[in-house]
């Protein structure tokens, strides 16, 4: 039947049935893959391919290198803002890196003195291989410190037991997918609050970008089709203070959106905010920008309360006093105890600075914080005292230690 002929036959039972016409379109209209984006070096600028090889450990090229710092601990954007600057472009033997206060930096596979490397992406530990000491020294410039940036070899020997599957360094998952009509709906609900903000998909970092759908239709997807390859769609994605850091300027939203107008309609029950869905290959092959996506298996979408239209009324600013292990500066009862000591010039040990990791967890001494419950905090912890630095935010004078 051809696309006039359907157009004619469900005018006729929409006109029967009083359907809108758009909706009942976007019933028989296939999603198309409208972006395929990797990103060479973890946190840095994508760059949107035409086309992609697709294996079990995510998109060619796609976060095979990683900067780190000695100890082989990952380095990110969300520490490390100025990482979003750092643009790429693909060569057939590496790839060019480049910095707007740098010298252009040639990463060749060749150079690559491929030492053994432990390294750590969250909790898992793995090998990973050593590049170069020019490679080293241009992103010590950039991050401020001694680094090193790490490639994965040919093969990541990161193997993820919970999805059967290798990974690149990725966060946990070799994909990431997010429709654009998803982002659409993010922004119409920022305009309807008075913002002249609009979001860029740069900000969330997809592999797979998606159009032609209803605002979230991926969350109901479960395996799907494009081009050569299926795919499962494992879990939603966690989002971090990383959506919120501008992909142009590095700088960090002051409201906290994205984040803020998410959790008013995309937060769990724990406070998880969700955008996009991670998703694993089942087999390997080529995709490209166009392909019909094709869904092949569904499944009941996650419930998220939509909280958008309830008032909260802003709670006054009000200065107070806070000790970190004997530290004492003046803060006050609106921003995270993270971001306050960062201001005040004391450094607290962080990773993910979204309440994922634990490693600015503290104990709670004396004085009142606002604690959300996030996954870093094991259950009975905060009624111990537990509180993240990243995510807790002091409503009273507060003496803690770490």
């Known amino acids: 039947m051809s696309k006039a002929e359907l157009e004619r036959k469900l005018a006729k039972i929409e006109a029967t049935l009083g359907f809108d016409d758009k909706d009942g379109l976007d019933e ?10 990797v990103y ?17 450990q995510g998109l060619s090229f796609d976060r095979r290198f990683m900067v780190a710092d000695m100890n082989g601990r990952m380095i990110t954007a969300r520490e490390n803002n100025q990482m979003v600057r750092v643009k790429s472009a693909l060569q057939s033997n590496g790839l060019v890196l480049t910095y707007p206060e740098a010298k252009p930096l040639h990463v060749k596979f060749t150079d690559c003195s491929m030492a053994e490397v432990t390294c750590q992406v969250w909790g898992d530990e793995f090998q990973a291989y ?12 950039i991050i401020g410190k001694k680094v090193q940036l790490l490639f994965t070899g040919e093969q990541s020997n990161r193997q993820r037991e919970k999805i059967q599957t290798n990974v690149s360094f990725a966060d946990g998952y070799p994909l990431l997918l997010i429709s654009q009509a998803s982002l659409d709906e993010l922004n119409q609900r920022c305009l ?36 050569e390859v299926e795919f499962e769609i494992v879990k939603s994605c966690m989002r971090c203070v990383l959506t ?52 092949l298996e569904t499944k009941e979408k996650q419930f998220y309360q939509d909280t958008s239209e309830d008032v909260i009324e802003a709670e006054p600013v009000k200065s107070i006093m806070i000790s970190i292990d004997g530290n004492l ?74």
């Open 28 to 37: 028989y209209t296939p999603a198309l893959l409208s972006q395929i984006n």
């Open 40 to 56: 060479p070096v973890k946190s840095i600028t994508g760059i949107e391919l035409s086309s992609s090889w697709v294996e079990k």
């Open 130 to 141: 050593a590049t170069s000491e020019e490679a080293n020294q241009w992103f010590s410039f």
């Open 192 to 227: 309807d609050k008075g913002s002249t903000v609009q979001h860029s998909m740069a900000q969330f970092r997809p592999n797979i970008v998606v159009s032609d759908t209803k605002a979230f239709a991926e969350d109901g997807w479960k395996r799907i089709r494009i081009g």
């Open 244 to 295: 919120t850091v501008n992909p142009k300027t590095a700088m960090r939203s002051e409201q906290n959106e994205p984040l803020k107008t998410l959790s008013t309609f995309r937060a769990d029950e724990e406070g998880g905010i969700y955008f996009g869905q991670n998703v694993i290959a089942k087999n390997e092959g080529m995709i490209r920008a166009g392909d019909v996506v094709e869904v």
């Open 329 to 402: 500066f003046e803060g006050d009862n609106q921003s995270t105890l993270l971001e306050q000591a960062e201001k005040a010039g004391f450094a607290i040990a962080n990773s993910c600075r979204s309440g994922f990791c634990g490693t600015c967890k503290m104990t709670l001494e004396s004085g009142k914080v606002d604690q959300p419950d996030m996954p870093a905090l094991f259950p009975g912890e905060i009624d111990e005292g537990k509180v993240l630095a990243c995510c807790c935010v002091p409503k009273s004078d507060v003496e803690l230690v770490s």
